[in-house]
């Protein structure tokens, strides 16, 4: 149980990358970009492909990171210059990556095992110098039963995370980030104020797609592989994250909501790694388990919203038909 | 300051809705002008400022602002020579921003913008001393989302975010039009106010006939996308709504009850 919750949160941390590009793009820009199903293997692809030959992990993940902006920008590109409806831009470009992705890959999976990767590296130096045990004691400590194999991957996927989280709060309250929202918030009035829109969503969506090649960089080195399927339904759980953590969480500040949507992105993690515990679920469900995570998500908060308001209708009926009829016994003790 | 020049615009031309929005504008401010603009309903005086302010281009003629040609400039890039209210106040604020988030981007209007936070303690000073001047108590409210504001703040808020980088143009297409009457009136003070203070040279379309001989300095008429009436300073001064009236049944020799029910 406390393993496969660890297991959850580590890759929660390093899927919250993912959420944050699809925040960027859904929330900010207002803008439903399907290209993340493409993206995230495109990251993983190209990582992948330029640690098997050789290239340090680090730089592989950065390559992963550019094209995957540049995978943005041509969905933006194909908005903005081609005025194109912006779900069929996405799906489009989504598609487009799919025979690319196989390209990059030139085979349908790319195994990493025995690799360097980034995780790997950081692994073996935090194990040299034996990082773990504190935090294994204090876990046995507890009387928690089971220890994870080692803490380094949990530590480099937050500091990861909180670094481009850090990035994207700073950069959305920059003079460029207020255009940016402002292009999600009210476009003609921005262009009013002298902003290029058309530059501002093909950037933003670039950003965005940047962030999930890159959250698909790491997955695919924390996984051990690369497999040109595994971005299917990525945009849906990255809208999942984005949808539970706003309504956990809340959105009253730029780095609240950002926060919010990391938490977000564990929270359904752990709880999809839970739902997988169900003997009767098997790892194929894991997509309808999705499914009816968003839904639930989307739907409980509109449900206890109008019970709120039936409830507060009800009360104030009552509190009139009191005052009603204290009046009308006033008058009769009147008459009386 | 600008000048529109033999500006002919047609929209969808050679179609049976064929409309010819605008033919033979010709027209000059100096610096300094406020011109208003009366006429009906298609009369073409949203058409005109929508071509000075670049959203729609001329089929010929040609847009000089403050001695360049801008006929062709984009939209996005004329926008930093001109200031624009909109009819909807909800069309020139961006809701879910803070107040002090809109003032920064409407201060970088004329600016580059860069990778530096848009809102410092500089700048909200600034702003604070802005929104003073509109009476409304917005400088104690920097930090709340603008969509929570009512429509005369926003209104009042877009005309501040307009005129305070000091435009080459300021351009009010009804700006009071969707206002009460008594917010109405408040945005009409703050505009004489505002453009009086920057001296800008400013354009704004109005229904309201007696708004637009209170206002400015100059007052053209427009109908069938020509300008039909040209009146200036020394004119207006002792011009009323039913001389205006008049004036327009002798040029156009039609009756005008339709038109006294919509513009008075």
């Not at chain 1, 149980?1 to 990358?17: C, Q």
């Not at chain 1, 207002?30 to 493409?38: A, K, W």
């Not at chain 1, 210059?81 to 196989?102: C, H, R």
């Not at chain 2, 058409?47 to 040609?62: C, E, Q, R, Y």
Request: hydrophobic content about 50%; some cysteine; charged content about 20%.
């Amino acid at each position: 149980m406390f393993i496969s919750i660890f297991g959850a949160l580590e890759s929660g941390l390093i899927y919250a990358l993912m959420a944050l590009g699809v925040y960027l793009s859904f929330r900010v820009l207002d803008f439903p970009d399907l290209t993340v199903d493409g993206s995230f293997v495109t990251g993983a692809a190209m990582a992948a492909v330029m640690i098997i030959n050789g290239q340090s992990p680090v730089v592989a993940t950065i390559a992963a990171v550019i094209t995957g902006f540049i995978a943005g920008c041509f969905t933006g590109l194909l908005h903005t210059k081609g005025k194109i409806n912006p779900l069929l831009s996405g799906i489009l470009m989504m598609i487009a990556l799919y025979s690319i992705n196989l390209r990059i890959m030139g085979q349908s999976n790319i195994p990493l095992l025995g690799e360097t990767t980034i995780f790997s590296s950081v692994t073996s130096f935090w194990e040299s110098l034996n990082l773990s045990a504190p935090f294994n004691a204090v876990i046995g400590a507890l009387g928690v039963p089971g220890t994870p194999q080692t803490w380094a991957i949990l530590f480099i996927a937050l500091i990861v995370t909180l670094i481009i989280k850090c990035i994207t709060d700073y950069f959305l309250k920059t003079e460029v980030g207020l255009a940016l929202r402002a292009t999600g918030d009210n476009q003609k009035m921005i262009r009013s104020f002298s902003a290029n829109t058309d530059i501002l969503i093909i950037m933003g969506l670039g950003i965005s797609n940047a962030f999930v090649a890159l959250s698909g960089a790491l997955i695919a080195q924390h996984g051990g592989f690369a497999d040109v399927g595994m971005g299917i339904g990525m945009i849906i759980i990255g809208l999942a994250s984005v949808i539970i953590g706003e309504a956990l969480f809340g959105t009253k500040t730029i780095a609240r909501t950002t926060l919010a949507v990391i938490g977000g992105a564990v929270i359904y993690r752990i709880v999809v790694s839970l739902a997988l515990r169900v003997d009767f679920l098997e790892t194929g469900d894991m997509k309808l388990i999705t499914a009816i995570i968003v839904i639930a998500a989307l739907v409980t908060p509109k449900i206890l919203e109008s019970q709120r308001e039936r409830r507060r209708r009800l009360r104030k009926k009552a509190e009139l038909a009191e005052v009603a009829s204290l009046e009308e016994g006033g008058k009769r003790n009147a008459a009386t | 300051m600008l000048q529109l020049s033999q500006v002919f615009l047609t929209f969808n031309e050679g179609t049976m809705d064929e409309k010819k929005a605008l033919q033979h504008v010709n027209l000059d401010l100096k610096h300094g002008d406020f011109l208003t603009i009366i006429g009906s309903n298609g009369a073409g005086k949203s058409t005109m400022m929508n071509i000075v302010s670049g959203s729609l281009l001329p089929d010929a003629g040609d847009v000089v602002i403050d001695e360049s040609p801008v006929t062709h400039l984009q939209e996005y890039k004329r926008a930093q020579l001109i200031g624009r209210v909109f009819q909807d106040p909800m069309a020139g604020t961006a809701p879910s921003m803070t107040i002090e988030e809109n003032l920064a981007m409407a201060w970088s209007r004329n600016k580059k913008r860069k990778l530096i936070p848009g809102v410092t303690k500089k700048r909200k000073d600034l702003f604070r001393e802005h929104l003073e001047s509109l009476h409304l108590g917005l400088e104690d409210r920097l930090s709340a989302k603008v969509g929570l504001l009512s429509g005369g703040e926003r209104q009042a808020l877009s005309l501040l975010m307009a005129t305070f980088t000091e435009p080459k143009i300021l351009l009010l297409d009804e700006h009071t039009a969707a206002l009460d009457p008594s917010r109405a009136e408040l945005i009409t003070n703050l505009t004489a106010e505002i453009v009086d203070k920057f001296n800008l040279t400013t354009m704004m379309v109005t229904h309201n006939m007696q708004q637009a001989l209170d206002l400015g300095n100059r007052l053209i008429m427009m109908d069938k996308g020509q300008i039909i009436l040209d009146v200036d300073e020394s004119e207006k001064k002792d011009l009323t709504i039913d001389k205006l009236l008049n004036e327009f049944q002798r040029i156009r020799g039609e009756q005008m009850a339709n038109d006294k029910a919509i513009l008075g």
